[in-house]
């Protein structure tokens, strides 16, 4: 089904299979991803391919400096004829939620998606609802250089459990590009191949994959290692070492192992942990590169001899 599913997005979402793999694993492990590039490179796209071929409920929020919190999880709203108060469901009780451009909206609406990301649950009026089950936010951003946008803040971007960028296709793949605008090769032409249950029976393959003594060792040490490097001002929350180890998990059940490798870290780390680290004033101004600081600290991690 993983298979299955990763060659028909790439079909449509053409020359980035890393990215689709990627997110994939985010949804085995249920966890959310946050797709941050230059505005026309697929990222919609890209949501709105996997939205079609899974047979889930879907929403897509178009954030602005006006939307508002009850937007997105809803309102009470007080009915004449009964005398009473009914709440009115937000974009967010679906299942799928593509929150396009989450950071064109104020910081009070961006946080109305914490609790239904870290909880999978909503609160109105003291009344807290339980969010739909596989339960999934793709959000996607322009880079925070650009006119219009509030940057995320801390608690919003640790909620993420990989922020990806999807950069543009080589040469070939722009082709097929064209070929499929001409030829009509769209989302709205796919048909669902996933349901909630296989992906609810998927996620539970994944929980069930073993990671060792020694590996969740190896993770703990590339975790505090963020912390203790001076170039950082921030670094990896126990959330952030959770996230790595069930991306960790879903990348070993991608690769159709029971069992966690320290390959599979190393293969999620950068991605799980580089939006969650700052950068000190003085790692700017030798500019440092954050992506290739985690590299060297998962080299500098011991690998566990098993």
Do not use: W
Request: hydrophobic share 40%; charged share 25%.
């Amino acid at each position: 089904m993983i298979e299955q599913l990763k060659a028909r997005i790439n079909e449509i979402f053409v020359g980035k299979e890393n990215v689709t793999e990627n997110v994939l694993i985010c949804l085995l492990s249920g966890g959310h991803v946050l797709l941050e590039d230059v505005p026309g490179v697929g990222k919609t796209t890209l949501v709105k391919t996997i939205a079609a071929l899974l047979d889930l409920s879907f929403a897509r929020i178009q954030f602005t400096p006006d939307t508002l919190p009850s937007d997105v999880v809803g309102v009470n709203v007080f009915n004449q004829k009964t005398g009473e108060f009914e709440f009115k469901k937000g974009a967010i009780m679906h299942s799928l939620i593509l929150a396009d451009e989450i950071n064109r909206t104020s910081p009070k609406t961006q946080a109305a998606l914490l609790e239904a990301m870290s909880e999978g649950t909503v609160s109105v009026d003291s009344k807290t609802y339980p969010l739909s089950s596989p339960f999934m936010v793709i959000a996607t951003q322009n880079p925070k250089e650009f006119i219009g946008t509030y940057p995320l803040p801390e608690a919003q971007t640790d909620r993420f459990m990989m922020r990806l960028s999807i950069g543009y296709p080589d040469k070939d793949s722009e082709l097929r590009l064209i070929k499929n605008h001409l030829e009509g090769n769209t989302p709205d032409k796919t048909e669902n191949i996933l349901n909630a249950d296989d992906i609810l029976k998927l996620q539970n393959e994944v929980k069930n994959v073993h990671v060792s003594d020694g590996v969740s060792s190896y993770i703990r040490d590339i975790i505090r290692l963020t912390r203790e490097d001076e170039r950082f001002f921030t670094g990896g929350s126990v959330r952030a070492m959770l996230h790595l180890v069930d991306a960790s998990r879903a990348h070993a059940r991608f690769y159709e192992r029971d069992f966690v490798k320290p390959d599979d870290v190393k293969a999620v780390a950068v991605n799980v942990l580089h939006h969650r680290l700052t950068l000190t004033a003085d790692a700017k101004i030798h500019a440092e590169d954050t992506d290739n600081i985690i590299q060297s600290l998962i080299l500098k991690a011991k690998i566990p001899m098993e």
